[in-house]
């Protein structure tokens, strides 16, 4: 008999710890447990039969908000060309609604309701050996013809099992095998679960307290994939610093078995980082960390009606402090569509985190999780939502359907402009022509929309062409703050912003044409051996203004002088080119 753990990832570069962690609590029957890993990039098809090939007589998925519709439809089909399979469902999509996919898929035989390793290994047993009954495994909820032997009956009783308690998570065997820790994919691991936290959209709320691998069983994994060098291990712990001790030790470990490789993830809080912990941080090489902060409002109303407490003046103290250092790339979430919040008060959120200038800033939509907190208080707040997955908000009493549309484009913009990192300068620029940063984000959506761009696909080099007529479109009267008798110096000092930014993150190995005439070959050939500048991939540009401060004083600032970019030496948090500034006979690197 084969049990087949199946996964459908959102991105191919994602492992799946579940399946993984799975299969190594049922190490016992190894020898009959097989895993399939896919993406929702795959077709139906595609899937359908990599399963079939495998033959499994169960076929047991991992499901999320993410790939539940993909699920659903594989296992259907399934069902048709293997119809003796057993299909079993897992995953927090499942574990708080059992009974209705029960009820309305009849190809599902049963579900795994909350934490899964003890409860499959004890499923394998029962299917591998028939040592036990169904009823007997805690933590499942299953048709009465799940049984072994027994046919599908129309009208099947939905059995469920007394609940599975939580197990230590030292019992839980390392998930990874060699083959597993492909260097082309992100590592998950979990070194605790739980939350101290009743965040009411979370589902880390619905089941308070923490509980924590051992501190020596964690370093020795982790070395593990030091020694493989990985490039990135991803922490899924909910609130991976509350308890500082045991986060000071964990960094200080990474910190003292760098490898000048592996990158690691983790999702802190960040008003709880002390002083100590601090300087911990202060001195960890370059991108050895990053970090996701969840700031999700600073509307104290909002952040009551959700049960969140979070003290948003010593969160930004701490993110600007770990700014100033330059060595962690931080990454700040909002959600829109929480109670109390319209769209006024998300903009002043907004503009709160994008002051503090994180690497990235998402801004995100609330999603009514089956099982939540807030899936039961919706009335209270006027909150409606999409019934399909993943369960987004459409509208509430505060906020309208067209502001969560405008919202979602503002939102692509950020991805596109900001969060990409290719257009630093050149934002910062363009802020100065708005009164607040998210009206510069709504303009960029509302210029898109007008000219047929939003739905349509973009080179990286192209989305600087579109910005470059975005601000044309500006200072001509489209909404700006410009004098119409400064347009031409202010034309051609953005065209340099966006040069400076473009040459800093993209190679400029095929420098588009609208930035003007390059310098020439000669030229640069001069200026290398005059200055004695070496370097296997380096690009050379004249500039006429100071790129930097102007940017930040939003007015032109002339400064004449000639930049070296360093694709060899790019920064390991912006991933941008290191720079040298050449001003007559001086030199200054940056």
């Given at each position: 008999m084969k049990i087949l753990l199946v996964a459908i990832d959102s991105k191919y570069i994602h492992t799946n710890l579940a399946v993984l962690s799975l299969r190594a609590?049922?190490?016992?029957?190894?020898?009959?447990?097989?895993?399939?890993?896919?993406?929702?990039?795959?077709?139906?098809?595609?899937?359908l039969r990599g399963i079939y090939l495998h033959k499994p007589d169960v076929a047991a998925f991992s499901c999320y908000i993410w790939n539940i519709e993909m699920v659903l439809k594989v296992a259907e089909s399934l069902k048709k060309v293997l119809p003796q399979v057993k299909t079993w469902f897992g995953g927090p999509e499942v574990s708080y609604n059992a009974d209705e996919y029960l009820?309305?898929?009849?190809?599902?035989?049963?579900v795994v309701i909350g934490e899964g390793e003890r409860t499959f290994y004890e499923l394998a047993g029962y299917y591998l050996e028939e040592k036990t009954e169904l009823d007997n495994i805690c933590g499942i909820a299953f048709k009465d013809s799940a049984r072994i032997g027994r046919q599908s009956l129309s009208g099947d009783t939905i059995i469920h099992t007394l609940p599975r308690r939580p197990i230590p998570l030292d019992e839980i065997p390392f998930a990874y095998r060699d083959?597993?820790?492909?260097?082309?994919?992100?590592?998950?691991?979990?070194s605790s679960r739980g939350c101290p936290y009743s965040c009411s959209y979370c589902l880390s709320s619905v089941q308070r307290g923490v509980r924590y691998r051992g501190m020596e069983l964690v370093k020795s994994e982790l070395k593990l994939f030091l020694d493989h060098k990985v490039p990135q291990v991803k922490f899924v712990d909910r609130t991976f610093n509350c308890n500082k001790e045991r986060a000071i030790e964990i960094w200080k470990f990474i910190r003292d078995n760098d490898n000048g490789i592996t990158n690691f993830h983790f999702e802190i809080t960040a008003d709880l980082l002390s002083?100590?912990?601090?300087?911990?941080?202060?001195?960890?090489?370059?991108?050895?960390?990053?970090?996701?902060?969840?700031?999700?409002?600073?509307n104290p109303d909002t952040m009551k009606a959700v049960r969140r407490t979070v003290d948003f003046y010593k969160l930004a103290e701490n993110v600007k402090e770990i700014r100033d250092v330059h060595n962690i790339h931080q990454h700040l979430d909002l959600?829109?569509?929480l109670p109390l919040e319209d769209y006024a008060s998300f903009e002043k959120s907004f503009e709160d985190v994008y002051r503090l200038r994180p690497d990235q800033l998402q801004l995100g939509f609330l999603k009514v999780l089956k099982g939540s907190i807030i899936e039961n208080e919706c009335g209270d707040y006027g909150i409606v939502y999409n019934t399909d997955p993943p369960y987004e908000v459409l509208h509430t009493n505060h906020i309208s359907y067209d502001e969560i549309l405008e919202l979602k484009g503002i939102s692509r913009m950020v991805d596109v402009y900001y969060n990409s990192?290719?257009?630093?300068?050149?934002?910062?620029?363009?802020?100065?022509?708005?009164?607040?940063p998210m009206k510069l984000y709504a303009a960029l959506y509302g210029y898109y929309c007008k000219n047929g761009l939003y739905e349509l696909s973009h080179s990286r080099a192209g989305r600087y062409e579109i910005l470059m007529d975005f601000f044309t479109d500006l200072i001509h009267g489209g909404g700006g703050n410009g004098e119409s008798e400064k347009c031409g110096e202010r034309l051609e000092l953005f065209k340099e912003i966006l040069l400076f930014d473009y040459c800093l993150r993209e190679g400029a190995k095929n420098r588009p044409d609208y930035f003007g005439t390059p310098l020439p070959g000669n030229?640069?050939?001069?200026?290398?051996?005059?200055?004695?500048?070496?370097?296997?991939?380096?690009?050379?540009?004249?500039?006429?203004?100071?790129?930097?401060?102007?940017?930040?004083?939003g007015t032109a600032v002339k400064d004449e002088c000639i930049v070296v970019f360093d694709y060899d030496r790019r920064n390991p948090v912006t991933k941008s080119a290191a720079i040298s500034i050449i001003r007559g006979e001086q030199e200054i690197s940056i």
């Open positions: 609590y049922a190490g016992r029957y190894e020898d009959s447990i097989y895993i399939a890993q896919y993406t929702i990039n795959h077709t139906k098809e595609e899937i009820k309305n898929y009849e190809e599902l035989d049963g083959a597993d820790i492909d260097n082309n994919r992100i590592i998950y691991y979990e002083k100590e912990e601090l300087e911990v941080l202060k001195s960890l090489r370059p991108g050895l960390v990053q970090f996701e902060i969840g700031v999700q409002t600073t959600i829109a569509g990192g290719q257009f630093t300068y050149s934002l910062e620029y363009l802020e100065h022509f708005f009164d607040t030229r640069i050939k001069q200026i290398c051996g005059h200055y004695n500048i070496t370097g296997s991939r380096l690009h050379i540009e004249k500039f006429n203004y100071n790129i930097v401060e102007s940017a930040k004083r």
